[in-house]
């Protein structure tokens, strides 16, 4: 029986600095005290949402780096995005980095444009499929979530995955949307978000949690507060519920430009 364990790091960013985020991070992953398979960090957990900084990674920089030596020790998949230098800009990349360091990325897709996102950042254009345990992963980051057309599930993924510097202001947007996702698209839904004020005093209140195909709540962290929750999810249970209900056969064709 396919099964995967989940860990949502929900914790506080360091405004602009990467070494007192990692070091907080990897202080956090020590003091697990279970097995995990993919441990999920938030956006931009190297820096915070500081898309209008000079703090750009290289392609093959220090934060990756270190998720591979992270993924590695853990012996477990690592996730969550980091601004790459693209040029004169940015991409806002969800790295997904395997123990034997191997590593696959997603660049969002969809800027915040009332953020200015746009003007630092470049916007990703390939729709990424993850493999693991047997699961198939769609990874999105923040905003994407807003925009269902791109994340319709064609029967091509079992979770979907956000990770997101989402605001306390838009929260109850937040697990709204990542309830009609996880309905909509069949499928479980994993949510990671922040907690704490950014450098430009945005407040963030976390809303971390898993969901299922029916948008019940599986895990969820608790509002304001670092911690790590960990949960199993089980292929069968969604491949039944499919099987009783085939929602997805009814869908309507479509494909994206």
Not at 85 to 108: I, L, S
Not at 192 to 215: E, L, W
Request: hydrophobic fraction near 40%; charged fraction near 20%; proline fraction near 3%.
């Amino acid at each position: 029986m396919a099964s995967l364990t989940i860990s949502l790091v929900q914790s506080s960013l360091h405004w602009l600095d990467k070494t007192a985020n990692l070091t907080m991070f990897e202080r956090q992953l020590e003091a697990m005290n279970c097995h995990t398979d993919l441990i999920v960090l938030p956006e931009t957990f190297a820096t915070g949402f500081a898309i209008n900084c000079d703090c750009a990674e290289p392609e093959q920089g220090g934060v990756l780096k270190w998720m591979k030596a992270q993924a590695s020790k853990h012996c477990a998949v690592i996730a969550g995005s980091v601004l790459v230098a693209q040029g004169n800009k940015k991409a806002n990349r969800f790295y997904w980095v395997k123990p034997n360091g191997e590593v696959m990325f997603y660049d969002k897709r969809h800027l915040f444009r009332l953020g200015c996102e746009g003007d630092h950042v470049v916007a990703g254009q390939a729709r990424k499929i993850f493999t693991l345990n047997g699961f198939n992963l769609i990874p999105q980051v923040c905003y994407d979530l807003r925009f269902p057309v791109f994340q319709r599930n064609q029967n091509d993924y079992d979770i979907m995955l956000n990770v997101a510097n989402w605001p306390a202001a838009r929260r109850h947007i937040w697990d709204t949307l990542l309830q009609a996702r996880a309905i909509e698209n069949q499928c479980y839904v994993v949510g990671v978000n922040r907690v704490g004020h950014d450098g430009n005093k945005v407040a963030h209140n976390g809303g971390s949690a898993i969901y299922d195909f029916n948008g019940e709540t599986l895990a969820e962290a608790a509002d304001n507060k670092e911690e790590i929750v960990t949960f199993t999810l089980e292929k069968t249970l969604l491949e039944k519920f499919k099987t009783g209900f085939p929602i997805y056969l009814d869908a309507d064709n479509f494909s994206l430009s």
